[in-house]
């Protein structure tokens, strides 16, 4: 009897899969042909074989999208999550404190993926306007990735702009798998607990004095939250991209990139010295150049980061 079901869990050569129709998950092993030739990783749809009381994969099924980095030295992707509808970026507005850098990170990873982003803006109830919240927004929303603004703790809070409330983020997420990634502290456990209206209970990250959360998730999982899943990821405290070869960055900044085709020359280093520069041309939208600019000096930074070490230094996982 063949039994399709996804991976809510995967542990090397042990998986937790939930069947189709049924509620509860079960342990289950796979062929090694099957481990073989493929990395089974949470989210992936399988094939299971049942002999007595025990489950075999003996199939993964196509995928619609992969989360993953790229393995330099061996040249191939290191899968952590699969068929991904949404990710949800997520971030705190207090502690600790927003970092906009770091979210054009998760943005960027975002678009080599293929698969669109939100960006959550959560602990509105402690927000102290210590940075410019509205622009920031206007930021993403401008590259086509909608924004909420929501209190994990209060979900019933009406947001402060009155972008997205913590009901429409319910809505946003209907009968899609998403992945929640953001820094360790920034509430992601709680944000899970209360979009599934306290059904799922998972354990908070504190902050401690150093403004940065405990991990509380050590693999990636599938989180049923009534009509939606949620995969929850390890929680980090950087996200580098020095696996992206730097001179494909700009592909997965698509603002920049539709400006960097008019520069006159394919080497242009997008200075305001560079001849031929687009950027600092007259056909810019004065409305979005605050945007531009500030995309493009976080497009800089990254870029600089990432060509600073050699390809056959870079790290292998």
């Known amino acids: ?45 399988v094939l299971l074989e049942k002999s007595g009381d ?25 899968i952590t999550a699969a068929n991904v509808d949404l990710v949800i970026i997520a971030t705190s507005v207090s502690k600790p404190p927003y ?10 990873r975002s678009f080599q993926w293929e698969v669109p982003a939100i960006v959550v803006f959560n602990k509105m109830d402690e927000f102290q306007d210590d940075f410019d919240i509205d ?21 019933d809070n009406p947001s402060r702009f009155g972008r997205g409330s913590f009901k429409d983020l319910q809505r946003k997420l209907q009968k899609t798998q998403a992945i929640i990634l953001g820094q360790s502290g ?24 150093s403004g940065k959360g405990s991990h509380t998730t050590t693999w990636s999982e599938v989180i049923e939250c009534g009509t939606f899943r949620i995969i929850d990821s390890p929680g980090i405290r950087s996200f580098s991209l020095d696996d992206i070869d730097s001179g494909e960055l700009i592909d997965f900044f698509p603002d920049l990139l539709s400006v960097s085709l008019a520069c006159k020359f394919n080497n ?32 800089k930074k990254i870029l600089e980061e990432i060509s600073e070490t050699p390809a056959w230094q870079k790290k292998s996982h």
Do not use: W
Not at 56 to 76: A, G, H, V, Y
């Open 186 to 209: 920034v509430g992601k456990s709680k944000l899970i607990t209360s979009l599934s209206d306290n059904e799922v209970t998972l354990a908070s990250n504190d902050i401690g004095r």
């Open 268 to 299: 242009c280093q997008h200075e305001a010295m560079s001849k031929g520069c687009a950027f600092y041309g007259e056909d810019v939208d004065p409305k979005n150049s605050d945007i531009l600019e500030s995309r493009l000096l976080s497009y």
């Open 99 to 108: 970092k906009q850098g770091v979210i054009d990170r998760f943005a960027t």
């Open 54 to 78: 025990d489950y075999q994969i003996i199939e993964l099924l196509e995928r619609t999208s992969e989360i993953f980095r790229m393995n330099i030295r061996e040249r191939k992707k290191r």
């Open 135 to 155: 622009f920031e927004m206007r930021r993403f929303e401008n590259i086509g990735i909608e924004c909420f603004e929501v209190s994990a703790m209060y979900p």
């Open 1 to 45: 009897m063949i039994i399709p079901a996804c991976i809510y869990e995967s542990h090397k050569k042990e998986f937790l899969c939930k069947i189709d129709g049924e509620s509860d998950t079960v342990s289950v092993s796979a062929k090694r042909q099957v481990l073989k030739s493929n990395q089974l990783v949470t989210g992936d749809r």
